[in-house]
């Protein structure tokens, strides 16, 4: 049996595009063993433990919450928008259930809980330029009836239980590490790697397409630094607004071309499009700001500058 004494920390769907960097980050900030990375399916190299965990089995979460004295759960792990609305009741599921474990084990073991929601709890009547913190919350996505429901359990946790549950909604994400995993934003991503790779890329979203985005680090960043507010500053326990950048596909593809000029692209849209027309193009994020003093640091051309300058040597040595 591991000793009750290394991890203190456990991050779910570690495996991901989140959870990889999130894993790394947090063992540069507390040590290697201090950080158990769980997910579906078993972790290589994660360089500390690792173990397998199907959130929606939640005495095996309990477990290994007991076995390694876990007092911080971030938790990651979900079905995200595209995936989800090919399999909707596996999202439920999954998204559900497996944050319904994470709060209970929490408030039986008085731990603190990471959980992201997302830009995709908003809807299309939503406001969709400088989306207010508090406002319309009417998504058509499996992925987003999940968020807005997580939200709101997240507060019943808060507010009855006293669970230290925080969370911000993300917008899209861009991450040089792991591949992006089902998401309506994940187009950005693979633009990089399609330039990168020399190759000619199909659009799922058309050029005119606006949706809130962030660089992983600025994530990252802005993440730890809500997980290491004071508890009495923290005064959103539904989620907070939360965002960098807002920019069209095309806007994007201009700013990779000043830098790959071969760089060619065409748009067809498929039904990822429907979902981001839902989406607001930009966000108010100002309640996040004065709470606990986020501010991102990458504006568009220093995120595309960095990301070719990290995908060029990855990709080009496979």
Wanted: with cysteine.
């Amino acid at each position: 049996m591991l000793s009750p004494r290394l991890p203190s920390l456990l991050v779910t769907g570690a495996g991901g595009q989140i959870g990889s960097d999130l894993v790394r980050r947090l063992r540069a900030r507390h040590g290697p063993d201090a950080v158990l990375a769980t997910d579906l399916r078993p972790l290589l190299h994660t360089g500390g433990p690792a173990d397998v965990l199907d959130v929606r089995d939640g005495d095996r979460l309990h477990l290994l919450c007991e076995r390694h004295a876990i007092d911080t759960v971030y938790h990651l792990a979900s079905l995200l928008s595209a995936t989800g609305e090919q399999q909707p009741h596996l999202a439920w599921d999954v998204n559900m259930n497996g944050l319904r474990h994470v709060l209970e084990v929490a408030r039986e073991r008085q731990q603190r809980v990471f959980w992201p929601s997302s830009i995709a709890t908003f809807g299309p009547t939503t406001p969709r330029d400088a989306t207010p913190q508090t406002t319309v919350l009417e998504p058509t996505t499996m992925y987003g009836l999940t968020k807005v429901s997580g939200e709101l359990l997240c507060q019943y946790y808060a507010h009855k239980f006293g669970v230290d549950v925080r969370s911000v909604r993300y917008p899209g994400l861009i991450s040089s590490g792991a591949p992006p995993g089902g998401g309506t934003t994940d187009y950005a991503v693979d633009m990089f790697r399609a330039a990168v790779r020399g190759d000619r890329y199909t659009c799922f979203v058309g050029p005119d397409t606006v949706l809130p985005m962030m660089y992983m680090p600025d994530a990252l960043r802005g993440t730890l630094a809500l997980m290491a507010a004071p508890e009495d500053a923290i005064t959103v326990r539904t989620s907070y607004n939360f965002t960098a950048l807002s920019f069209s596909a095309a806007e994007l593809a201009s700013a990779i071309r000043h830098r790959v000029p071969d760089f060619e692209l065409t748009y067809l849209p498929d039904f990822r499009q429907h979902i981001a027309d839902t989406w607001p193009r930009s966000v108010d994020d100002g309640q996040a700001r004065s709470d606990w003093g986020w501010t991102p640091e990458y504006d568009l051309d220093g995120m595309v500058a960095d990301m070719l300058a990290r995908l060029s040597p990855r990709l080009h040595a496979r």
